[in-house]
């Protein structure tokens, strides 16, 4: 406070010496440069912060999309096993009805076949009584 009153005084009364010029250039020019150097380190500073921040949004936002993508692979999944379960129930199904559509149709080829049996048989002995009734 006291040099800066001097120079203002001195300065009035127009005795500034070309020295004390360059000294409050160089003192200034040390401010300056401390100003300077603590203005780029919160720069730096912030840009980090920054650059942080917005590191951490993307990997919460990849992560967000990651389980989106995850929970809509499992629903598609189970999608997928509902169908085929249905799709192998049906088959079964099919397949039941098949095999007693078989069972029932070759129990009736056999009854058929009997019967078919019989009335060759009742043919003959009719075919022997009209050859007997013949002779």
């Known amino acids: ?10 300065y009035y ?18 401010k300056l440069e401390k100003v300077e150097v603590g203005l780029k380190a919160d720069i730096k500073a912030s840009h ?3 650059d942080n921040k917005i590191d951490n949004i993307e990997n919460n936002l990849n992560n967000k999309i990651d ?6 692979d499992n629903k598609i999944d189970n999608v997928e096993n ?11 199904e099919l397949d ?17 076949s009997n019967e078919v049996a019989l009335v060759r048989k009742d043919m003959e002995i ?5 050859n007997s009734q013949l002779v």
Do not use: C, P
């Not at 009364?13 to 040390?30: R, S």
């Open 1 to 10: 406070q006291e040099i800066a009153e001097d120079l203002s005084y001195r």
């Open 13 to 30: 009364k127009n005795e500034l010496t070309h020295k004390d010029i360059e000294y409050l250039k160089e003192n200034f020019d040390i």
């Open 48 to 50: 980090s912060d920054l």
């Open 67 to 72: 389980n989106n993508f995850n929970e809509l």
């Open 82 to 92: 509902n169908l085929n379960n249905k799709i192998d129930n049906k088959f079964t």
């Open 96 to 112: 039941n009805k098949i095999d007693k559509i078989e069972t029932s149709l070759k129990s009736d080829i056999a009854s058929v």
């Open 126 to 130: 009719n075919k022997m009584e009209l």
